[in-house]
C-alpha cells in the first residue's frame, strides 16, 4: 500500500466489520486502537463509576448525542479528532461493538498534582455473568489540558507520575473485579505508557490473564525500567504501534519488538490515530521509521541521557512556568490569541533569573548540537 492508495482508516473499519461480532471474528489490534480513541470522549455521568455495573455502547451513543451538554462534551481541543464523535456513533450502531458493555469511567484533573487521568473498561464477552469473557481497559492519552502536557514531562524526571500510579491501581481493581477474564490493555499517546505500566505493576496472578497490552504512539521509559524483572514480565505482551514518522512514540526508549504503520499525514500530525492506514484486521505496515523520526530518536535520547535529572526538572518548569504566564487552561486557549500569549511568554522569559534563563537557553542549545552531531555521524 503507498500513498497513493485510498485510505482506509478505523472509521472504514466499523463500516466494514459492521455485521461480525467478537465471537465470530476475534478481537484484534484495530478494535484495540478504536477503544483507546473512544477514551478520549467525556463519559462523565453516563457510564458508571464503578465495576459494579455498565452500559451497552449502544446505549451509551444514543444518550451520549442526547445529552443536555453535547456541545460542551463534544468541545474535544484543538489537539483530539472531532472524528472520535463520528467514531462513537458508528460504534454505536454496529452489531460488533453496540453490545459491548461500558464500566468504570473514571476522570481525575488536579493541577496541583499535576495530573491528568481517566480510564474506562470495555467488556467484550458475556458480562451477564460476572468474571467472564474479556475486557479491554483503555487509558486515556493527553488531552487539551496544559496540566495533562505538564505531566508527561515530568516523565522525564520522575519514577513515577500520579496518573500512573492511579493506572497501576485501577488495572488492579479490574482485573479483581473480572477475576477470570482475559484482560487486554491499551492507550493512545500517554494513554499507551500508563497500559505498559500498569501491566508491569499488576500482580503476578492477574498477570496470567493478560493477553495483550497495546501501545499507540506512546513514549517509552528509561532502559533501566526496560530492564526490570516487572517490565521484563510484560515484554512478551507489549504490541508497540508507531506512525511513520513518530515524535511523541520516540521519547525515551522501548522494546526493539514493534509495528511501524502507513498514515497519510504530515510530520507531527502523524499522532492522529485517524490518519493510520488500516488493512483488513490489522495496519497497514512500514518496513522502517522515516528517517527525521529515527534522527529525533537518537538526538533526544542521547542529549536526555548526558544531563542531569535536576537540569531535566528545572527545564521542564521554566517552560510550563513560561506557558503559566498565559493564564492559559488549555492547549485551545492558547491558541485563541497566539500571538497575544506569545508576547506574554517572551515578556515572562526576560523577567526569568538570568541564571534559569541562561541555563534554560543552554538546555535548548546543547538539544541542537546533539542533532547536528548526531546527523553528522549519520552522513560520515
Excluded at 472520535?84 to 456513533?89: A, D, F, H, P, V
Excluded at 504530515?266 to 490515530?273: E, V
Excluded at 523577567?351 to 534559569?356: A, G, K, Q, T, W
Aim: charged share 25%; glycine share 4%.
Amino acid at each position: 500500500m503507498n500513498k497513493e492508495s485510498k485510505k482506509f482508516d478505523i472509521c472504514d473499519y466499523i463500516d466494514w466489520r459492521d455485521d461480525l461480532t467478537f465471537e465470530v471474528s476475534p478481537f484484534n489490534e484495530v478494535d484495540a486502537l478504536i477503544f483507546c480513541q473512544l477514551s478520549y470522549l467525556n463519559f462523565s455521568n453516563l457510564v458508571p463509576a464503578s465495576f459494579d455495573s455498565s452500559i451497552k455502547l449502544s446505549e451509551l451513543a444514543k444518550i451520549f448525542f442526547a445529552s443536555t451538554d453535547f456541545e460542551s462534551r463534544s468541545d474535544l481541543g484543538v489537539l483530539i479528532d472531532k472524528k472520535s464523535i463520528e467514531l462513537l456513533k458508528k460504534a454505536g450502531e454496529s452489531l460488533r461493538f453496540g453490545d459491548v458493555d461500558v464500566t468504570a469511567f473514571v476522570s481525575e484533573y488536579n493541577a496541583e498534582k499535576e495530573e491528568q487521568f481517566s480510564a474506562v473498561t470495555f467488556v467484550t464477552g458475556d458480562s451477564t455473568v460476572l468474571n467472564k469473557g474479556q475486557i479491554f481497559v483503555a487509558f486515556r492519552g493527553t488531552d487539551d489540558t496544559i496540566v495533562g502536557w505538564k505531566e508527561d514531562f515530568n516523565l522525564a524526571f520522575l519514577d513515577e507520575v500520579p496518573a500512573q500510579a492511579d493506572a497501576a491501581a485501577y488495572l488492579e481493581n479490574a482485573s479483581s473485579a473480572f477475576k477470570k477474564s482475559e484482560i487486554f490493555v491499551g492507550g493512545h499517546s500517554k494513554g499507551g505508557n500508563l497500559a505498559v505500566y500498569a501491566s508491569a505493576s499488576l500482580n503476578e496472578k492477574a498477570k496470567k490473564n493478560l493477553v495483550n497490552v497495546y501501545n499507540f504512539d506512546g513514549p517509552g521509559f528509561s532502559q533501566n525500567d526496560l530492564d526490570s524483572d516487572k517490565f521484563f514480565s510484560v515484554k512478551s505482551k507489549i504490541r508497540s504501534v508507531f506512525p511513520q514518522f513518530s515524535i511523541i512514540g520516540m521519547l525515551f526508549h522501548h522494546y526493539d519488538s514493534f509495528k511501524i504503520v502507513l498514515s497519510d499525514e504530515k510530520f507531527l500530525m502523524q499522532h492522529n490515530p485517524f490518519s493510520w492506514f488500516v488493512k483488513g484486521v490489522q495496519f497497514a505496515e512500514k518496513d522502517e521509521l522515516d528517517s527525521g523520526s529515527e534522527l529525533f530518536f537518537k538526538s533526544f535520547n542521547k542529549w536526555f541521557e548526558e544531563i542531569q535529572p535536576e537540569q531535566r526538572e528545572q527545564f521542564v518548569e521554566t517552560i510550563f512556568g513560561l506557558l503559566d504566564s498565559t493564564n492559559a487552561v488549555s492547549n485551545t486557549d492558547l491558541s485563541k490569541d497566539a500571538l497575544k500569549n506569545t508576547g506574554k511568554i517572551i515578556k515572562a522569559f526576560a523577567r526569568l533569573d538570568s541564571e534559569i534563563r541562561d541555563s534554560a537557553v543552554k538546555l535548548a542549545g546543547d538539544f541542537v548540537k546533539t542533532v547536528l552531531a548526531v546527523k553528522r555521524d549519520e552522513l560520515e
